[in-house]
């Protein structure tokens, strides 16, 4: 099976820095993806993960453990507009390559 | 630019009709995709992977014979809900992998009347 965890919400102030956490079990990882949905639309491509570490564009930054099944984004300088649903999702190479998705993390941005 | 179209956006039909989703891919070839559905507030959920050449692959649940799929070329798949019923209205949006990213389709709101 694969189980994929992320926290349910999170509330934030403007300018501040959240991070955003996912742990995961699958049995053939291949990959971690971060993306970014508003409500009513299609999710936005963050970031992509394959090995251990820091990957940085911009705001948002992701990290990789693949070790410890683990994975985080982090979001500085936050703007209103960041208000939105992040979601983690995992490739498997065991299951033919899949995306699975994770419940999703609801960020609530306060002004 | 769009990198994966999706039509229609928006789709209202009735009980019992069907009603065909398209998923096609611009300038790049995707042998893979997949269709996920989204219920208000819930995360995406996978139903198929649609290959193509062959038969998709269905998720544990998925009715094979009520969500038709059909991959037919390197650039369209196809998803067809059959004899639709009001529990099946719900944001379907498929994907398609390219080189390390996942591009996303601007999915479609269904509403079964």
């Known amino acids: 099976g694969q189980n994929i965890d992320q926290p349910t919400e999170m509330t934030a102030t403007e300018g501040a820095i959240v991070q955003i956490n996912c742990t995961y079990q699958?049995?053939?990882?291949?990959?971690l993806f971060w993306y970014q949905q508003h409500a009513g639309e299609a999710p936005t491509f963050l970031s992509y993960?394959?090995?251990?570490g820091l990957e940085e564009k911009g705001r948002f930054s992701s990290f990789l453990s693949r070790s410890k099944g683990y994975s985080y984004l982090l979001l500085k300088e936050l703007q209103m507009k960041d208000s939105a649903s992040y979601l983690c999702?995992?490739?498997?190479?065991?299951?033919?390559?899949?995306?699975?998705f994770g419940k999703g993390t609801r960020l609530h941005i306060l002004p | 630019g769009a990198v994966v179209s999706q039509h229609p956006s928006r789709v209202i039909c009735k009980s019992g009709t069907s009603v065909k989703i398209e998923c096609r891919s611009l300038?790049?070839?995707?042998?893979?995709m997949f269709w996920y559905r989204q219920f208000p507030k819930k995360s995406l959920m996978l139903m198929a992977t649609?290959?193509?050449?062959?038969?998709?692959?269905?998720e544990q649940g998925v009715e094979k014979d009520k969500f038709l799929i059909n991959h037919a070329s390197l650039t369209l798949s196809t998803l067809t809900v059959t004899s639709a019923h009001p529990e099946d209205s719900s944001f379907y949006i498929c994907?398609?992998?390219?080189?390390?990213?996942?591009?996303f389709g601007e999915g479609s709101w269904l509403t079964v009347v």
């Open positions: 300038d790049f070839q995707a042998t893979t």
């Open positions: 649609s290959n193509e050449g062959s038969k998709a692959t269905y």
């Open positions: 993960n394959v090995l251990d």
């Open positions: 994907s398609a992998p390219l080189v390390s990213t996942i591009y």
């Open positions: 699958t049995s053939g990882f291949n990959g």
């Open positions: 999702a995992v490739r498997d190479v065991n299951r033919d390559d899949k995306i699975i």
